[in-house]
């Protein structure tokens, strides 16, 4: 499995932060919208990415429920069909929650930014430190935390909980992130 280290904040000042993340940004940026699908699954989350009727991405992946650099495992499968994908998949496990957001992607050498308006939610930054196989879990926490201080994320605004979560917590009044 292809491995990450992430965080996730809350953004209270949106254009601020893009104008951060485009003067430290390699690459970038680039806007684009993603609808993403989540089943029921034990062993961690699945979800179907769809970014347009003949292109979507499948993804599996682990991630401990926790604010701060941590660890993401992952595998992704690409189809030309996600609407039918998704159907097979909601017949097969069942839904549990869907996401919609506008997202815009730069790069920070090997990290990739991700500034998300999320639908019903509101701003969000994610760093994901694309860890290389000779690369350990502090190494990526190393260059999270840099990247942090960088962009000032403070750490009052960290999420520990997927937008999946935090969109059902909507849903049944809760408010713990």
Do not use: W
């Amino acid at each position: 499995m292809a491995r990450n280290v992430e965080i996730k904040a809350r953004v209270p000042q949106p254009s601020r932060l893009l104008d951060a993340v485009i003067d430290l940004a390699d690459r970038g940026p680039t806007v684009f919208a993603q609808d993403d699908t989540f089943f029921a699954c034990p062993n961690g989350r699945l979800k179907l990415r769809m970014f347009s009727p003949t292109e979507g991405q499948l993804i599996f992946y682990r991630r401990d429920d926790r604010a701060g650099p941590k660890l993401s495992e992952h595998v992704m499968a690409t189809t030309a069909e996600p609407d039918a994908l998704r159907g097979t998949l909601t017949l097969a496990y069942g839904t549990v929650g869907r996401v919609r957001k506008t997202r815009t992607l730069c790069f920070v050498g090997t990290t990739r930014i991700h500034l998300d308006d999320v639908d019903d939610l509101g701003h969000f930054v994610e760093l994901e430190v694309v860890l290389r196989p000779e690369q350990t879990v502090e190494d990526g926490q190393a260059i999270a935390e840099d990247l942090m201080r960088r962009l000032s994320i403070e750490p009052k605004y960290l999420v520990r909980r997927a937008y999946v979560d935090l969109l059902a917590d909507l849903s049944t009044g809760a408010d713990d992130d």
